[in-house]
């Protein structure tokens, strides 16, 4: 497979994972889609009772370390709170929504009744004034064109809401929609599997690769989860923000084409962050150093305090505007992520011996 044939690849199983709906606590057809993408490559892929899609890859040798790649499958969206008498559905976010980029959009609810129904997101008239920077979630309102006698047939409290904004590509090099965060991640697992075996590489770990629930609810799928699987070394492979026309080199933020950011810092393996780093020097991976002083409000933060502690490591792809409906990336950003993990994945068994200092696991 060549390299178009691959970016094509990546880009085809990007949008149909993202186009599966799946908000904290209701990931089931997104699993569905995240495990036929990852069955080639497993031995196993199963969901646990949580919710998190789980495959596992024995290398074949008695005690071999064992990885864990990590990319949640939920989004970011909205939930029905209350019917109004007058058919108007209120709402809660689910996840870091930021209300600005709400009011005039149009969402998707999925109704009780298991059909999905469309909707506008309305404003109080005497929500916008000049004193206020926006509207908050307490001044908008979801219109369904519905009575309420009619929406309480089909909908009810507790109904998940997304953004109705399918992903698309925007040109030959960037993908936009609102799931990316983190659904584009998991597929740069996918593209890094791809890649090993059309090296054939055969990576001397076992590999555990986790598709996790509700993580934009602070991990809470995976709470537990390291403490069951107990990997050698647990990574993270989210999103973080890439660089826009205005920002300041100094707001924290990933240039466009810097590839994969590697975290290094207290919450994590900075060894083996400086061991991924040595190898995508050698390979000509591009990536940026994200220095990592305290959590880092993904994944890795559970991994990394489960039991007794778990090493980790973040990875993530630069991501713009994030936890809106059109988050946008560039798929080189995503190709080389893909290939930092592809190198993590067939550097890690080595990696471990020089640990141990010899053949021994």
Same mark, same amino acid.
């Given at each position: 497979?060549?390299?178009?044939?691959?970016?094509?690849?990546?880009?085809?199983?990007?949008?149909?994972?993202?186009?599966?709906?799946?908000?904290?606590?209701?990931?089931?057809?997104?699993?569905?889609?995240?495990?036929?993408?990852?069955?080639?490559?497993?031995?196993?892929?199963?969901?646990?009772?949580?919710?998190?899609?789980?495959?596992?890859?024995?290398?074949?040798?008695?005690?071999?370390?064992?990885?864990?790649?990590?990319?949640?499958?939920?989004?970011?969206? =909205?939930?029905?709170?209350?019917?109004? %008498? *007058?058919?108007?559905?209120?709402?809660?976010?689910?996840? #870091?929504? /930021?209300? &600005?980029?709400?009011?005039?959009?149009?969402?998707?609810?999925?109704?009780?009744?298991?059909?999905?129904?469309?909707?506008?997101?309305?404003?109080?008239?005497?929500?916008?004034?000049?004193?206020?920077?926006?509207?908050?979630?307490?001044?908008?309102?979801?219109?369904?064109?519905?009575?309420?006698?009619?929406?309480?047939?089909?909908?009810?409290?507790?109904?998940?809401?997304?953004?109705?904004?399918?992903?698309?590509?925007?040109?030959?090099?960037?993908?936009?929609?609102?799931?990316?965060?983190?659904?584009?991640?998991?597929?740069?697992?996918?593209?890094?599997?791809?890649?090993?075996?059309?090296?054939?590489?055969?990576?001397?770990?076992?590999? =555990?690769?986790?598709?996790?629930?509700? %993580? *934009?609810?602070?991990?809470?799928?995976?709470?537990?989860? #390291?403490? /069951?699987? &107990?990997?050698?070394?647990?990574?993270?492979?989210?999103?973080?923000?890439?660089?826009?026309?205005?920002?300041?080199?100094?707001?924290?933020?990933?240039?466009?084409?810097?590839?994969?950011?590697?975290?290094?810092?207290?919450?994590?393996?900075?060894?083996?962050?400086?061991?991924?780093?040595?190898?995508?020097?050698?390979?000509?991976?591009?990536?940026?150093?994200?220095?990592?002083?305290?959590?880092?409000?993904?994944?890795?933060?559970?991994?990394?305090?489960?039991?007794?502690?778990?090493?980790?490591?973040?990875?993530?792809?630069?991501?713009?505007?994030?936890?809106?409906?059109?988050?946008?990336?560039?798929?080189?950003?995503?190709?080389?992520?893909?290939?930092?993990?592809?190198?993590?994945?067939?550097?890690?068994?080595?990696?471990?011996?020089?640990?141990?200092?010899?053949?021994?696991?």
């Amino acid at each position: 497979m060549n390299e178009t044939q691959q970016r094509r690849k990546y880009e085809k199983e990007t949008i149909a994972l993202s186009e599966a709906l799946g908000l904290s606590g209701y990931e089931a057809g997104t699993a569905r889609e995240a495990a036929r993408l990852l069955k080639p490559y497993m031995d196993t892929v199963e969901v646990d009772r949580f919710g998190n899609l789980i495959g596992r890859r024995s290398c074949g040798r008695q005690g071999a370390p064992v990885l864990l790649l990590d990319a949640h499958l939920d989004q970011v969206g =909205l939930m029905v709170s209350r019917v109004t %008498e *007058e058919g108007y559905l209120l709402f809660e976010k689910s996840g #870091g929504v /930021d209300p &600005r980029v709400l009011p005039g959009g149009r969402v998707t609810v999925a109704g009780f009744d298991g059909k999905e129904y469309r909707g506008v997101i309305g404003c109080r008239k005497d929500a916008w004034n000049e004193e206020k920077d926006a509207a908050s979630v307490e001044d908008l309102f979801i219109d369904v064109g519905m009575t309420k006698d009619q929406a309480q047939r089909c909908i009810r409290i507790g109904d998940p809401v997304y953004f109705h904004m399918p992903a698309r590509r925007l040109s030959s090099h960037v993908l936009s929609g609102p799931a990316m965060d983190d659904r584009a991640c998991f597929t740069c697992i996918l593209y890094a599997l791809e890649l090993l075996q059309e090296q054939g590489r055969t990576p001397e770990c076992d590999l =555990l690769v986790i598709g996790a629930s509700c %993580e *934009e609810m602070r991990g809470k799928g995976v709470f537990g989860l #390291g403490s /069951d699987l &107990r990997p050698d070394l647990a990574v993270a492979v989210d999103v973080c923000h890439a660089a826009t026309y205005d920002v300041e080199p100094l707001d924290g933020v990933h240039p466009v084409g810097s590839g994969p950011s590697i975290a290094v810092g207290a919450m994590g393996r900075t060894d083996f962050a400086e061991k991924l780093m040595d190898v995508c020097d050698r390979k000509e991976i591009p990536y940026s150093i994200d220095p990592n002083i305290g959590e880092s409000w993904t994944d890795a933060d559970c991994y990394f305090e489960a039991g007794t502690g778990i090493p980790t490591m973040l990875v993530s792809l630069p991501l713009r505007y994030m936890h809106t409906p059109v988050e946008q990336l560039e798929l080189e950003d995503a190709e080389n992520t893909g290939r930092a993990i592809a190198e993590l994945i067939g550097s890690f068994g080595d990696w471990m011996k020089e640990q141990e200092g010899g053949e021994q696991w």
